[in-house]
């Protein structure tokens, strides 16, 4: 049975940083196809980053060159790196496994940016 808890979110100004944890059981982390969403208010849940179990990563467009997705294996432990926040990226941010062709998320952590 997976668990993923995350945490490190929290009220930041717009221009600022935070980095979300998240840390992993009841898989082989290091092989794991990992993610952060996002989902905010009345909107639909959005992928934001992935990284495979070699290190590979991918990123959508809108947060490419503020964002940066890592996972330190021998923690079970993955991360997301946020800088020059902006209001729009106010959300739930949820971290995720890809197991068995389907995604599976933690509870979320609450990432409020103002303006």
């Known amino acids: 049975q997976v668990q993923l808890v995350e945490s490190g979110g929290g009220l930041v100004q717009a221009g600022g940083s935070l980095r979300l944890s998240c840390a992993a059981s009841g898989t082989i982390f290091s092989i794991a196809f990992m993610g952060w969403f996002r989902q905010a208010p009345g909107k639909q849940r959005e992928m934001v980053a992935t990284?495979?179990?070699?290190?590979?990563?991918n990123y959508t467009d809108s947060v490419k060159g503020r964002i940066t997705i890592s996972r330190d294996n021998a923690k079970n432990t993955l991360y997301l790196q946020m800088n020059s926040l902006k209001p729009e990226d106010t959300a739930v941010y949820s971290c995720?496994?890809?197991?068995?062709?389907?995604?599976?998320w933690g509870q979320g952590t609450q990432v409020t940016v103002s303006s």
């Open positions: 990284i495979s179990g070699g290190g590979s990563t």
């Open positions: 995720a496994i890809r197991t068995r062709g389907i995604w599976r």
